[in-house]
T-cell receptor, first 115, second 115 residues
Framework: AQKITQTQPGMFVQEKEAVTLDCTYD???????LFWYKQPSSGEMIFLIY??????QNATEGRYSLNFQKARKSANLVISASQLGDSAMYFC????????????FGTGTSLTVIP | DTEVTQTPKHLVMGMTNKKSLKCEQH?????MYWYKQKAKKPPELMFV???????INESVPSRFSPECPNSSLLNLHLHALQPEDSALYLC??????????????FGPGTRLLVL
């Protein structure tokens, strides 16, 4: 079974609008971390935001927030006030306590911001 | 400082060549990773070093040979590669002490073309 599922291969959003990128995960480990990364066409993977399985509140970092619904095993990324520079691939990833250094990545969502 | 550096940025090699990719970080991270990434796909884990010892080898062909000379450096030695090995090679590092709360920090990658 896939550990991380991203069901939106491509998304479009109007500049200055908000957009939600979906991510669901599968784990039996009670302790895990969820991460979102942005990868522009230049190739570098940029860490955006982290949510821990025991965190009571949704994580926020500037214009990025994570809508964490533990019972549904979802960790959607919300980008507010989209900018042209937000156009990139976005990957959701998970790290489990029991599997140590292993990071599991989703297939990614390609976001295009339209002027 | 959250910088991971990689050299070279671009590499073109023939199938009989021997070359090396280099990765360096000075964040005191004790886990270092090599990933291979094809266009529009998620990164595929190749190797993980933890405290300078190889901890994960994802059944990578022996034409790829990793080396971790010290805690700051990670090399990937390439020999007799195939055209299908052409890809973006990403290096990453992470802390170990807080386990699944720690993100990976990625380098800018090396774009490899095998002719």
């Amino acid at each position: 079974a896939q550990k991380i599922t991203q069901t939106q291969p491509g998304m479009f959003v109007q500049e200055k609008e908000a957009v939600t990128l979906d991510c669901t995960y599968d784990t039996s480990d009670p302790s895990y971390g969820l991460f979102w990364y942005k990868q522009p066409s230049s190739g570098e993977m940029i860490f955006l935001i982290y949510q821990g399985s025991y965190d009571q509140q949704n994580a926020t970092e500037g214009r990025y927030s994570l809508n964490f619904q533990k019972a549904r095993k979802s960790a959607n990324l919300v980008i507010s006030a989209s900018q042209l520079g937000d156009s990139a691939m976005y990957f959701c990833a998970m790290r489990e306590q029991n599997t140590g250094n292993q990071f599991y990545f989703g297939t990614g969502t390609s976001l295009t911001v339209i002027p | 400082d959250t910088e991971v550096t990689q050299t070279p940025k671009h590499l073109v090699m023939g199938m009989t060549n021997k070359k090396s990719l280099k990765c360096e970080q000075h964040m005191g991270h004790r886990a270092m990773y090599w990933y291979k990434q094809k266009a529009k796909k998620p990164p595929e884990l190749m190797f993980v070093y933890s405290y300078e010892k190889l901890s994960i080898n994802e059944s990578v062909p022996s034409r790829f040979s990793p080396e971790c000379p010290n805690s700051s450096l990670l090399n990937l030695h390439l020999h007799a590669l195939q055209p299908e090995d052409s890809a973006l090679y990403l290096c990453a590092s992470s802390m170990e002490e807080r386990g699944n709360q720690e993100t990976q920090y990625f380098g800018p990658g090396t774009r490899l073309l095998v002719l």
